[in-house]
């Protein structure tokens, strides 16, 4: 790490390789916030829940994520911290996505114990 660079990411200049670094803490945070819904059997889809995550450039969500109810006070703080840093990453680089709508899911269905997001 370069000493002379400024602690706080957020005062680095906006180069490839602040970048690079901050994709991969995005991606890092996004893995362990799926980690730790993984951690959880899906039995009751009725004991799960979902809420958008991430966001494209042009708007909308990234995607849905299926987490527990019993989960949701530690792990919805998590995904709304991803979402809006993800949402800064974008407008600090000019980040383009495409702006496909991503359809809210209508349920969720428990399948090998591992909870998936049903569109109907």
Do not use: H
């Amino acid at each position: 790490m370069d000493a002379n660079l400024p602690k706080d990411i957020s005062e680095r200049p906006a180069d490839e390789n602040s970048q690079k670094y901050e994709q991969a803490q995005l991606d890092k945070l996004k893995a362990s916030i799926e980690s730790e819904i993984a951690k959880e059997k899906c039995t009751d889809p009725a004991e799960w829940t979902f809420a958008p995550m991430g966001a494209k450039a042009c708007g909308g969500p990234q995607l849905y994520i299926a987490y527990p109810k019993k989960l949701e006070t530690s792990i919805l703080p998590k995904i709304n911290d991803y979402t809006e840093k993800v949402k800064a990453f974008n407008q600090k680089y000019g980040i383009m996505s495409d702006c496909m709508l991503i359809i809210a899911p209508t349920s969720i269905k428990c399948v090998n114990g591992k909870a998936e997001l049903v569109n109907s």
